[in-house]
């Protein structure tokens, strides 16, 4: 009998015994392996923390106890314990459940996430709300030692310490992030865990720590003195208890009755503490123990031997990029790539496995990656901030007050701008074009192709006249050839692809392909564009733009971000301050809301954004520029 499906809420968990528990943990492995093999999604973030899970829900009452996962591309076990179990397998499929907590889709969610390092601070906002309101709920933030390297979570860390509020910490610690975890921070835990003196006495340390009464304020108790000073005699300079959090384990994250025994403890101690859980990423499932990188977030795989389903046909943009700047590394020995925490996401593990002295991989620490980056570029080198857009947002100050202000070099490439699908709203790259547009100083480039890519890459590189960007999407290139000798492009000058008298299309990016298409529909039914290739969103080419603006009058643009501040917005604005206010506009674009998870295709339908509704779309336009409704004004 399937002990997972009598689970309708976390309540039925605490009748269970722990050998009741532990089958649970390996059905729930199970359910993991079998939706996700079809689905795709984060399997081995999961496999690692059913455990964990488990005895969160056995010990603490969610949803009363708020329970908060950092990143929260782990909480899958916990939507199965959490009422979600018979719609899992919808999980990042159009309509159905979120890969990630969403206070929309259920009370145990009480707070969303999808970028890393933001659970201890919004924890601290839930422990204070508690407070203030003289409740007595328990606070639990789970985060992950990757997420332990963003700066967001100490910003956490220095609150958390000051303050007596009561608030559990959990470090589960598994020794990755997305590829295996990075800097002084991770090198100090493994340092203070393999401490062959502490494990020694670990046991008894832990008994001399649960027999220290909890009262008061911990640093004044004789208990918690005694505490310090045992750990600090074996485990030197703990910093969790230097910032004035009490500081626990590390213990077996897989053993579920020893997580039991101490949640227990730890629920009844007064307080900010932290619980330090040591688990395997990928436990259970063989592929994903070897390769954990490769099944942090997979595809579709089989689930026996774990191979992924092959994909023929032409190379992702982000392969084409990661290639071509090993090669351009070995042209320009000023050149260097940056990554935070995503060196396969980024194509930056290439030039890791070519040029080690050329890789910089800075952990989940975007705004660090681009300052970092602005002292390299202040320095006379290039350095390349390899970040996705949707992460890139994080570093909008040190955009601005490190990079353009003092116009330093440094080449932004944001994958993954645009839509990405199944993860949503939290990684679209719906808002690069609008943030980097209003910064002075900054050039923005979006290729057409791959090859574009390949030579936007070589103009960025050889571009020194301060910041210059560009982004490409999550998506697999147009199958075109590769220059083997990449050229230049000029600088904000835009590609005419095709000449019509009716309209102008003005595109960008991925919406070229698309605007292909749609012209050829158009051209079906009589109706013959200029088609245009927009290649630069700033500075925008005005000539080209005035001067079709001038000649046929209605000009639409087409753009994969957030229709607010981005490409259509700058020609408008140019339209508007060149006083060519007569001229009929349609801005096609994302839309001024947050997209949600689905299939690109799917979504691009919903949006009415593919080939064939951008054709009748402009149709539409055109209707009603015929009807006489000049200047027509059409902002979707
Ligand atoms: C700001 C930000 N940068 C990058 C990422 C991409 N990312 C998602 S999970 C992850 C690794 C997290 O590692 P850890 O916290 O240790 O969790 P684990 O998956 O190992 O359980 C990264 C880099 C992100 N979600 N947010």
Known sequence: MSLLNTIQSPEDLKALSQEELEQLAWEIRERLIEVLCVTGGHLAPNLGIVELTIALHVVFDSPRDKIIWDVSHQSYVHKLLTGRRDNFSTIRQHGGLSGYTSRTESEYDPFGAGHASTAISAAVGFARARDHRGEDHCVIAVVGDGAMTGGLAYEGLNNVGASDSDLLIILNDNDMSIAPNVGAIHEYFTTAISNPLYNKVKDQLWEIIRKVPAVGRPALSLGHKMEESLKNLLVPGIIFERLGIRYFGPVDGHDIEGLVRHLCHLKNLKGPKMLHIKTKKGKGFEPAEKDATSFHGTGAFDKITGEWKKRDGPSTYTSVFGRALVEECRRDGRIVGITAAMPPGTGLDMLAKEMPERFYDVGIAEAHAVCFAAGLAADGMKPVCAIYSTFLQRAFDQIIHDV?????????????????????????????????????????????????????????????????????????????????????????????????????????????????????????????????????????????????????????????????????????????????????????????????????????????????????????????????????????
């Open 404 to 636: 353009a202000l003092q116009k330093l070099n440094v080449f932004f490439c944001m994958d993954r701008g645009g839509l990405v699908g199944d993860d949503g709203p939290t990684h679209h790259g719906a808002f690069d074009l609008s943030y980097l547009r209003c910064v002075p100083n900054i050039v923005i480039m979006v290729p057409k192709d791959e090859n574009e890519l390949v030579l936007m890459l070589r103009t960025g590189l050889t571009y020194d006249d301060g910041p210059i960007a560009m982004r490409y999407p999550r998506a697999v290139g147009e199958g075109v050839e590769i220059d083997s000798e990449p050229r230049e492009l000029p600088i904000g000058v835009g590609e005419v692809l095709r000449e019509g008298g009716d309209v102008a299309i003005l595109a960008v990016g991925r919406m070229v392909s698309y605007v292909r298409k749609a012209v050829e529909r158009l051209s079906r039914k009589g109706i013959e564009a200029t088609a245009v290739n927009a290649r630069f969103v700033k500075p925008i080419d005005e000539e080209l733009i005035g001067r079709l603006a001038d000649e046929i009058g209605a000009i639409v643009t087409v753009e994969e971000n957030n229709i607010r501040g981005g490409f259509g917005t700058a020609v408008l604005e140019f339209l508007s301050y060149s006083g060519r206010t007569s001229v009929s506009t349609l801005t096609l674009g994302l839309p001024d809301a947050f997209v949600t998870h689905g299939q690109i295709d799917q979504l691009m339908l919903e949006l009415e954004l593919d080939p064939e509704s951008i054709s009748h779309r402009i149709e539409s336009f055109l209707k009603e520029v015929k009807a006489g409704l000049q200047p027509v004004r059409g902002v979707r």
